[in-house]
């Protein structure tokens, strides 16, 4: 069974771009989370999907970021535009949807946005 | 106060040793303890999961809660230099139907051969 997958990455843009990362969650996980960890400080929850629902963004800095999760497969994480303190590692998790396997997020291995 | 304390190390023990990882929390909602390992460049993995008080073990790792000190601890027994990684605690409870995890800044492991 294939893992969480990330793209790119890596990824370097200059401040004022846009940058999207996508993640495809395992096979039948319902749950999908985003998080990030910047540099010297822990992974922090940016916002968890149910299918193709947002169902907590608390997470979220700002409007700048904006996720997406069409048809309840993939997700994408769009940073427009970008700024220096958007540069982290982006991490993608998924779980299912019964029981305690909810609490089992498998993650991704991340996407390292770096912003000059 | 962040709601999830853990000591970064490096905490460096020769191979065969018993290692000991730990992880305070202020919230007493936390229900379900997670601890994840990571090696450089790659995404936490999971290792062990327990959900309210007691312990769990899974091969060389024991994992204990305490939830009356708010205090979990991850035993690896026998370590070995594969074992050499961050370890990170993570913290989740059942409010609003969310299932996110609170993380700790993880503790950094090197085993010596």
């Known amino acids: 069974e294939a893992g969480v997958t990330q793209f790119p990455s890596h990824s370097v843009i200059e401040k004022g771009q846009t940058v999207t990362l996508r993640c495809d969650p395992i096979s039948g996980h319902d749950n999908l989370y985003w998080y990030r960890r910047v540099m010297g400080k822990e992974i922090k929850f940016l916002l968890h999907?149910?299918?193709?629902?947002?169902?907590?963004e608390s997470g979220m800095p700002n409007n700048r970021f904006l996720a997406e999760r069409t048809g309840g497969t993939y997700s994408t994480l769009k940073v427009q535009p970008a700024e220096l303190e958007d540069s982290g590692v982006y991490f993608c998790?998924?779980?299912?949807?019964?029981?305690?396997?909810?609490?089992?997020?498998?993650f991704g291995p991340g996407t390292r946005l770096t912003v000059t | 106060q962040k709601e999830v304390e853990q000591d970064p190390g490096p905490l460096s023990v020769p191979e065969g040793a018993i290692v000991s990882l730990n992880c305070t929390y202020s919230?007493?909602?936390?229900?379900?303890f997670m601890w994840y390992r990571q090696y450089s460049r790659k995404g936490p993995e999971l290792l062990m999961y327990t959900y309210s008080s007691g312990n769990k073990e899974d091969g060389r790792f024991t994992a204990q809660v305490d939830k009356s000190s708010k205090y979990i601890s991850l035993f690896i027994r026998d370590s070995q230099p594969s074992d050499s990684a961050t370890y990170l605690c993570a913290m989740s409870h059942t409010t609003s139907g969310t299932y996110k995890y609170i993380f700790g800044t993880g503790t950094r492991l090197k085993v010596l051969a």
């Open positions: 919230n007493s909602a936390f229900q379900y």
């Open positions: 998790a998924s779980s299912q949807a019964i029981g305690l396997s909810r609490y089992e997020q498998y």
């Open positions: 999907f149910v299918k193709e629902s947002k169902q907590d």
